[in-house]
C-alpha cells in the first residue's frame, strides 16, 4: 500500500484523537480528571499553537464535510475585484459556478483559494487563461484583500486563504506592470548562479507577497531534454544537476520571502515536446532516463522545502502507460511520494486542460484526489466539482481519510504561511529588487560566435522580428544610455528574435543577432556576432546593452545544447 494511504490513515487517526481529546476535556459529565491528565490538555492544545501540521489537523477535526471539500478546490474566477465586477465577469462567474463574484464563489463552495490568471502575447498557456485579474500592483493588492475578507467568514478561515498565480517570469508572468520583472529561468541556467537566482527570486516573493499572493507556481523544475515549445525558456536548461541548483534557489529565495513555492511539472513536461494544453504528451524514456535526468530538480525542490508540487498531464509509459500523471496513483503516490519523499501539497495542473477535460468535472476532480493530488486547480465547472466530491465523499467512493488527508496538508501549507507580516506595496519595483533581477541578467547574457568583449562599431541601427516594438524601445534607451547612439537606419544593424521566432525571422545582413528565448534559432543566422540573453526583460535589455557597448563582457554559458555552436565563445 502508498504511503498516502497509510499517512492518510495516520492523519485520521491523528485528527480523530485529538478531537476526541478536546471533546473530552470540554464533557460536563463524568470523573473528574486525574491532576496528570488535567495537565496534559492545555500542554498539548498549547503545543499546537506554534506547530502548522498540528493547529491543521485540529482545525481539519472540526470541519463538515462541505468544508472538507472547499479547501481542496482552487478555481479561478472572472473579475478584478471581489466583490464589485462587470456584466460580462458575472456571467462567466455564473457559468463557472452559478455566482456572480469572487467573493459569492468563496462564500457559496467554501473554498479553500483561488487562482489569479491572466497572459501576455507570447505566453504558451495562454489557451486555458479565459481571463484575467490583473491589472496593475493595487488593484491587485485590493482584489486579494477583498478575497481574504470573504473567506475569513468560513469555518476555515483561520488558515490563510490561499491567492496563487504563476508568476514564473519570462513568457509565463501573471503580473508585469509595476513589478520587478526577472529574466526567465533558462537565463538563470545561463547564469549558473544559484546564489544570485536566490537573491532575486527573494526580491520577487517579498513583491508577490506585498501584493497579498502567497503561493506561486513555479518554479519550472523541467529538464529540457527536447526542443518543446510550451516549456521552452521556462526551463532552466537541459542539464539536469545544474537545473536542480536552479530550482533550489528558486525555491528558498521564494520560501524566506513568505510565498509557497510548487515546482512543476511532475514527472517532467521537458522530457516530451508536445503540448498539454492541447493534447496528453507522451513520456517514453525509461525509468532510468526518468532517475536520470527528470527526477534531480524535483528531488533538489522537495529537499530544498518545497510546500507544493504540481503534477502534470503527461503519460508516462515506463511508470503507469495510458494514464496522465494525474490521475496515476503510481506516480503521485508511489513515486512522488513513496520514492522521493515528499510530504507536501500535491496540486493538478490546470484541471480545464483537454487531458482533463475528458471526464466531467465532478469525476476528475474525485479521480485526481484518488490519485494523490491535494489540490484541484483551475476546474472547469466549480459547482460540478464541488458536488463531485460530496457525493463520492458520502457514498464511500471517495473515502473520507484521503480527503482529511488532503485537506490537513493544504491547510498545514496555510499555516506555514501564517502570521508573517506584509510587505509595503513600496517594496515593488524597488533599487534593491532591480540590482538582484540586473545582476542575474548580466551574468546570463552568452556570446555564441565573434570576438568576445569587442564593441559593435558605429552608430547602431535595432531592428526585432513582428511585433516586438516595445522590446526594439528598451534596448535603443539602454543603449544611449551606456553611449552608444542608435539611428533608425544605416547603422550597424542589432536584430532581435524572441519567442515562437525561427529562421524566417532572421535577418540576412545583421551584424549582430540576439535570441531572447531558447537560443535555437541561433543555429541558422549568419550573423558574425550572436548572443543570446534568454529574456527581453528591461533588465535583461539593460544587460545587452552594456555588452555591445563593451562595458562588459559576456559570462553566461547556453544551458541548452546547440548544433554548431558552444556553450560560449567568450572562454578567456
Same mark, same amino acid.
Given at each position: 500500500?502508498?504511503?498516502?494511504?497509510?499517512?492518510?490513515?495516520?492523519?485520521?487517526?491523528?485528527?480523530?484523537?485529538?478531537?476526541?481529546?478536546?471533546?473530552?476535556?470540554?464533557?460536563?459529565?463524568?470523573?473528574?480528571?486525574?491532576?496528570?491528565?488535567?495537565?496534559?490538555?492545555?500542554?498539548? =492544545? *498549547?503545543?499546537? #499553537? !506554534? /506547530? $502548522? &501540521?498540528?493547529?491543521? %489537523? @485540529?482545525?481539519?477535526?472540526?470541519?463538515?464535510?462541505?468544508?472538507?471539500?472547499?479547501?481542496?478546490?482552487?478555481?479561478?474566477?472572472?473579475?478584478?475585484?471581489?466583490?464589485?465586477?462587470?456584466?460580462?465577469?458575472?456571467?462567466?462567474?455564473?457559468?463557472?459556478?452559478?455566482?456572480?463574484?469572487?467573493?459569492?464563489?468563496?462564500?457559496?463552495?467554501?473554498?479553500?483559494?483561488?487562482?489569479?490568471?491572466?497572459?501576455?502575447?507570447?505566453?504558451?498557456?495562454?489557451?486555458?487563461?479565459?481571463?484575467?485579474?490583473?491589472?496593475?500592483?493595487?488593484?491587485?493588492?485590493?482584489?486579494?484583500?477583498?478575497?481574504?475578507?470573504?473567506?475569513?467568514?468560513?469555518?476555515?478561515?483561520?488558515?490563510?486563504?490561499?491567492?496563487?498565480?504563476?508568476?514564473?517570469?519570462?513568457?509565463?508572468?501573471?503580473?508585469?506592470?509595476?513589478?520587478?520583472?526577472?529574466?526567465?529561468?533558462? =537565463? *538563470?541556467?545561463? #547564469? !549558473? /548562479? $544559484? &546564489?544570485?537566482?536566490? %537573491? @532575486?527570486?527573494?526580491?520577487?516573493?517579498?513583491?508577490?507577497?506585498?501584493?497579498?499572493?502567497?503561493?506561486?507556481?513555479?518554479?519550472?523544475?523541467?529538464?529540457?531534454?527536447?526542443?518543446?515549445?510550451?516549456?521552452?525558456?521556462?526551463?532552466?536548461?537541459?542539464?539536469?544537476?545544474?537545473?536542480?541548483?536552479?530550482?533550489?534557489?528558486?525555491?528558498?529565495?521564494?520560501?524566506?520571502?513568505?510565498?509557497?513555492?510548487?515546482?512543476?511539472?511532475?514527472?517532467?513536461?521537458?522530457?516530451?515536446?508536445?503540448?498539454?494544453?492541447?493534447?496528453?504528451?507522451?513520456?517514453?524514456?525509461?525509468?532510468?532516463?526518468?532517475?536520470?535526468?527528470?527526477?534531480?530538480?524535483?528531488?533538489?525542490?522537495?529537499?530544498?522545502?518545497?510546500?507544493?508540487?504540481?503534477?502534470?498531464?503527461?503519460?508516462?509509459?515506463?511508470?503507469?502507460?495510458?494514464?496522465?500523471?494525474?490521475?496515476?496513483?503510481?506516480?503521485?503516490?508511489?513515486?512522488?511520494?513513496?520514492?522521493?519523499?515528499?510530504?507536501?501539497?500535491?496540486?493538478?495542473?490546470?484541471?480545464?486542460?483537454?487531458?482533463?477535460?475528458?471526464?466531467?468535472?465532478?469525476?476528475?476532480?474525485?479521480?485526481?484526489?484518488?490519485?494523490?493530488?491535494?489540490?484541484?486547480?483551475?476546474?472547469?465547472?466549480?459547482?460540478?466539482?464541488?458536488?463531485?466530491?460530496?457525493?463520492?465523499?458520502?457514498?464511500?467512493?471517495?473515502?473520507?481519510?484521503?480527503?482529511?488527508?488532503?485537506?490537513?496538508?493544504?491547510?498545514?501549507?496555510?499555516?506555514?504561511?501564517?502570521?508573517?507580516?506584509?510587505?509595503?506595496?513600496?517594496?515593488?519595483?524597488?533599487?534593491?529588487?532591480?540590482?538582484?533581477?540586473?545582476?542575474?541578467?548580466?551574468?546570463?547574457?552568452?556570446?555564441?560566435?565573434?570576438?568576445?568583449?569587442?564593441?559593435?562599431?558605429?552608430?547602431?541601427?535595432?531592428?526585432?522580428?513582428?511585433?516586438?516594438?516595445?522590446?526594439?524601445?528598451?534596448?535603443?534607451?539602454?543603449?544611449?544610455?551606456?553611449?552608444?547612439?542608435?539611428?533608425?537606419?544605416?547603422?550597424?544593424?542589432?536584430?532581435?528574435?524572441?519567442?515562437?521566432?525561427?529562421?524566417?525571422?532572421?535577418?540576412?545582413?545583421?551584424?549582430?543577432?540576439?535570441?531572447?528565448?531558447?537560443?535555437?534559432?541561433?543555429?541558422?543566422?549568419?550573423?558574425?556576432?550572436?548572443?543570446?540573453?534568454?529574456?527581453?526583460?528591461?533588465?535583461?535589455?539593460?544587460?545587452?546593452?552594456?555588452?555591445?557597448?563593451?562595458?562588459?563582457?559576456?559570462?553566461?554559458?547556453?544551458?541548452?545544447?546547440?548544433?554548431?555552436?558552444?556553450?560560449?565563445?567568450?572562454?578567456?
Amino acid at each position: 500500500m502508498g504511503r498516502v494511504s497509510i499517512s492518510s490513515r495516520r492523519a485520521g487517526i491523528a485528527v480523530a484523537a485529538l478531537t476526541t481529546l478536546l471533546a473530552s476535556g470540554c464533557a460536563g459529565e463524568g470523573p473528574a480528571p486525574s491532576p496528570a491528565l488535567s495537565g496534559a490538555v492545555p500542554t498539548a =492544545a *498549547a503545543s499546537t #499553537a !506554534g /506547530d $502548522p &501540521a498540528g493547529r491543521a %489537523a @485540529a482545525l481539519a477535526g472540526t470541519l463538515g464535510d462541505e468544508d472538507l471539500v472547499g479547501q481542496v478546490l482552487m478555481p479561478y474566477a472572472y473579475g478584478s475585484s471581489a466583490t464589485t465586477v462587470t456584466p460580462g465577469s458575472a456571467a462567466g462567474n455564473q457559468a463557472l459556478g452559478g455566482v456572480d463574484t469572487p467573493a459569492e464563489m468563496i462564500a457559496k463552495y467554501r473554498l479553500g483559494g483561488l487562482i489569479l490568471v491572466g497572459f501576455s502575447a507570447d505566453d504558451p498557456t495562454s489557451g486555458n487563461q479565459s481571463t484575467t485579474n490583473v491589472d496593475n500592483p493595487a488593484q491587485v493588492r485590493e482584489l486579494t484583500t477583498g478575497l481574504r475578507e470573504a473567506a475569513g467568514k468560513l469555518a476555515a478561515g483561520p488558515a490563510p486563504f490561499l491567492v496563487g498565480t504563476d508568476q514564473e517570469y519570462g513568457v509565463v508572468t501573471r503580473i508585469t506592470d509595476g513589478v520587478t520583472t526577472l529574466p526567465s529561468a533558462l =537565463a *538563470a541556467g545561463a #547564469a !549558473g /548562479d $544559484p &546564489a544570485r537566482t536566490e %537573491a @532575486a527570486w527573494r526580491a520577487a516573493g517579498t513583491e508577490l507577497a506585498a501584493m497579498g499572493v502567497n503561493l506561486d507556481f513555479a518554479p519550472v523544475a523541467d529538464v529540457l531534454a527536447t526542443r518543446s515549445t510550451v516549456i521552452g525558456s521556462r526551463s532552466f536548461g537541459a542539464d539536469p544537476q545544474r537545473a536542480a541548483a536552479q530550482v533550489t534557489g528558486a525555491v528558498q529565495g521564494l520560501q524566506s520571502a513568505g510565498v509557497a513555492a510548487s515546482v512543476k511539472h511532475f514527472p517532467g513536461h521537458g522530457l516530451s515536446a508536445a503540448d498539454s494544453h492541447e493534447e496528453v504528451p507522451v513520456v517514453g524514456q525509461s525509468r532510468a532516463e526518468l532517475e536520470a535526468t527528470a527526477f534531480p530538480p524535483f528531488r533538489a525542490g522537495i529537499d530544498a522545502g518545497a510546500m507544493a508540487v504540481m503534477s502534470a498531464h503527461l503519460d508516462v509509459t515506463a511508470v503507469d502507460p495510458g494514464t496522465p500523471a494525474t490521475f496515476s496513483h503510481k506516480l503521485l503516490t508511489d513515486v512522488l511520494r513513496g520514492q522521493l519523499g515528499f510530504q507536501g501539497v500535491v496540486i493538478t495542473d490546470g484541471m480545464n486542460m483537454p487531458p482533463a477535460k475528458r471526464y466531467p468535472p465532478g469525476e476528475a476532480a474525485v479521480k485526481a484526489l484518488l490519485a494523490g493530488n491535494d489540490l484541484i486547480l483551475m476546474t472547469p465547472n466549480v459547482g460540478q466539482a464541488y458536488d463531485g466530491l460530496l457525493a463520492a465523499l458520502r457514498d464511500g467512493s471517495l473515502p473520507r481519510d484521503r480527503l482529511v488527508s488532503a485537506v490537513t496538508r493544504v491547510l498545514t501549507m496555510k499555516f506555514r504561511l501564517a502570521d508573517r507580516p506584509t510587505p509595503a506595496m513600496s517594496t515593488l519595483d524597488s533599487a534593491p529588487h532591480r540590482a538582484a533581477a540586473a545582476e542575474l541578467a548580466a551574468a546570463a547574457v552568452t556570446q555564441l560566435r565573434g570576438e568576445c568583449g569587442t564593441k559593435v562599431s558605429g552608430p547602431v541601427t535595432v531592428t526585432t522580428s513582428a511585433g516586438r516594438d516595445r522590446t526594439r524601445a528598451a534596448l535603443t534607451e539602454a543603449l544611449t544610455a551606456a553611449g552608444v547612439r542608435v539611428v533608425s537606419k544605416g547603422g550597424t544593424r542589432v536584430h532581435l528574435v524572441g519567442y515562437g521566432d525561427g529562421p524566417k525571422d532572421l535577418a540576412a545582413g545583421a551584424a549582430v543577432t540576439v535570441a531572447m528565448d531558447t537560443p535555437y534559432v541561433l543555429e541558422k543566422a549568419t550573423s558574425p556576432t550572436l548572443l543570446a540573453t534568454y529574456s527581453s526583460s528591461r533588465a535583461s535589455m539593460t544587460a545587452l546593452a552594456e555588452v555591445l557597448a563593451g562595458r562588459s563582457r559576456a559570462t553566461g554559458r547556453s544551458p541548452v545544447p546547440l548544433t554548431g555552436l558552444p556553450a560560449t565563445s567568450c572562454t578567456g
